[in-house]
T-cell receptor, first 112, second 111 residues
Framework: NAGVTQTPKFRVLKTGQSMTLLCAQD?????MYWYRQDPGMGLRLIHY???????AKGEVPDGYNVSRLKKQNFLLGLESAAPSQTSVYFC???????????FGPGTRLTVT | QQQVKQSPQSLIVQKGGISIINCAYE??????FPWYQQFPGKGPALLIA?????SEKKEGRFTISFNKSAKQFSLHIMDSQPGDSATYFC??????????FGAGTRLTVKP
């Protein structure tokens, strides 16, 4: 039982490049989330999903897109990376009946 | 503008002492208040959570105190241990799961 996994662990992008971060969970959770963590800012919610095929905007959605085509996967896309998107990205999931969120190990993204 | 304000930014406590971290919120729609613990290089993990129907919840050495009228809640770690050294985040969520986190407190427990 791997829990929540994130791919890749590290990535360096040049400004304007695109990439997709993959989150996978094997706990059959309904809800999935993408956060970014920056020093002194805590975690900020980018987008979330309450079920397969649904997505919703969080606190800081600009510059990101997401898709939830399968229940176990939640993809975060950056279409045109900017240095302001340099951050550590965390994915999380939670079962529908509980608010506890289970976090992945994070992806450290640097945009130069 | 952060919806959940957390203090202090950092805290140093001697082994065996009490660690206290405070949070305040504005949005009265929040109805779930968790605390997360994060070790370096890891994702956050739920430590303890409370809803506004109770004023205190205790789990082992960890206690949440909740003051609904003041819109404040705090985490108390009794008998703090070096293994408790981590970053702690308070958070608050309305019913639709749009969780808002505080900025975090880096706790160091000195042996």
């Amino acid at each position: 039982n791997a829990g929540v996994t994130q791919t890749p662990k590290f990535r360096v992008l040049k400004t304007g490049q695109s990439m997709t971060l993959l989150c996978a969970q094997d706990m059959n959770h309904e809800y999935m989330y993408w956060y970014r963590q920056d020093p002194g800012m805590g975690l900020r919610l980018i987008h979330y999903s309450v079920g397969e095929g649904t997505t919703a905007k969080g606190e800081v959605p600009d510059g990101y897109n997401v898709s939830r085509l399968k229940k176990q996967n939640f993809l975060l896309g950056l279409e045109s990376a900017a240095p302001s998107q340099t951050s550590v990205y965390f994915c999380a999931s939670s079962p529908g009946q509980s608010r506890e969120q289970y976090f992945g190990p994070g992806t450290r993204l640097t945009v130069t | 503008q952060q919806q959940v304000k957390q203090s202090p930014q950092s805290l140093i406590v001697q082994k065996g002492g009490i660690s206290i971290i405070n949070c305040a919120y504005e949005n009265t729609a929040f109805d779930y208040f968790p605390w997360y613990q994060q070790f370096p290089g890891k994702g956050p993990a739920l430590l303890i959570a409370i809803n506004p129907d109770v004023s205190e919840k205790k789990e082992g050495r960890f206690t949440i105190s909740f003051n609904k009228s003041a819109k404040q809640f705090s985490l108390h770690i009794m008998d703090s241990q070096p293994g408790d050294s981590a970053t702690y985040f308070c958070a608050a969520s309305p019913p639709h799961n749009d969780m808002r986190f505080g900025a975090g407190t880096r706790l160091t427990v000195k042996p």
